[in-house]
T-cell receptor, first 118, second 115 residues
Framework: GAVVSQHPSWVICKSGTSVKIECRSL??????MFWYRQFPKQSLMLMAT?????????EQGVEKDKFLINHASLTLSTLTVTSAHPEDSSFYIC??????????????FGQGTRLTVV | AQSVTQLGSHVSVSEGALVLLRCNYS??????LFWYVQYPNQGLQLLLK??????LVKGINGFEAEFKKSETSFHLTKPSAHMSDAAEYFC?????????????FGTGTKLQVIP
């Protein structure tokens, strides 16, 4: 099956620093990747959608200068939380979708990254 | 536009009892529907999906769901709950948009299994 790997699985950083989260599709080409944020006991909220080689499309209310998304290849997307603050502490999940016929019926999810800003 | 509504943020069942988690959807086009399970501090695991084939979909771990267009529902069931089923369950709807699946999640239902 299609596998998406997210790294790191958890990270603690100091307030004011930047943190990079990687999302890799291991066995398929992900033409589109998605980044979600999940607050405690809440559902997943889509932050942005990125297509390989183009700028990400951010959802309303998401600061694009704070959450930098890069989708430089068909197997890798990164989310960088810049100048992190404690309120950025959350669970971040990526997913990947392929335009290939067989894989186009669903998006595949990474295992998530628990970010804690202290 | 598309959305899903999960009725009941918390559901408690006894071990061995029937599990029923409710999901209603709204979609302007024929939808793809999914159920995911999430254990604490983990990502999402796909339980099952409906993609316009059979209306009764069987998934992993003994779960199944039935797509009912007339009721716009996609409820998740399992005949006999196990302790290991305790987790958060998300219903989701997606549609093909620009060559990719755009997914919208419900608010989740936390399943508690009582010994």
């Amino acid at each position: 099956g299609a596998v998406v790997s997210q790294h790191p699985s958890w990270v603690i950083c100091k307030s004011g620093t930047s943190v990079k989260i990687e999302c890799r599709s291991l066995d398929f080409q992900a033409t589109t990747m998605f980044w979600y944020r999940q607050f405690p006991k809440q559902s997943l909220m889509l932050m942005a959608t990125s297509n390989e080689g183009s700028k990400a499309t951010y959802e309303q209310g998401v600061e694009k200068d704070k959450f930098l998304i890069n989708h430089a290849s068909l197997t890798l997307s990164t989310l960088t939380v810049t100048s992190a603050h404690p309120e950025d502490s959350s669970f971040y999940i990526c997913s990947a979708s392929s335009s290939g016929q067989i894989l186009a019926t669903e998006a595949f999810f990474g295992q998530g990254t628990r970010l804690t800003v202290v | 536009a598309q959305s899903v509504t999960q009725l009941g943020s918390h559901v408690s069942v006894s071990e061995g009892a029937l599990v029923l988690l409710r999901c209603n959807y709204s979609s302007s086009v024929p939808p793809y529907l999914f159920w995911y399970v999430q254990y604490p501090n983990q990502g999402l695991q796909l339980l099952l999906k409906y993609t316009s084939a059979a209306t009764l979909v069987k998934g992993i771990n003994g779960f199944e769901a039935e797509f009912k267009k007339s009721e716009t529902s996609f409820h998740l069931t399992k005949p006999s709950a196990h302790m290991s089923d305790a987790a958060e369950y998300f219903c989701a709807v997606s549609r093909l948009s620009g060559g990719y699946q755009k997914v919208t999640f419900g608010t989740g239902t936390k399943l508690q299994v009582i010994p």
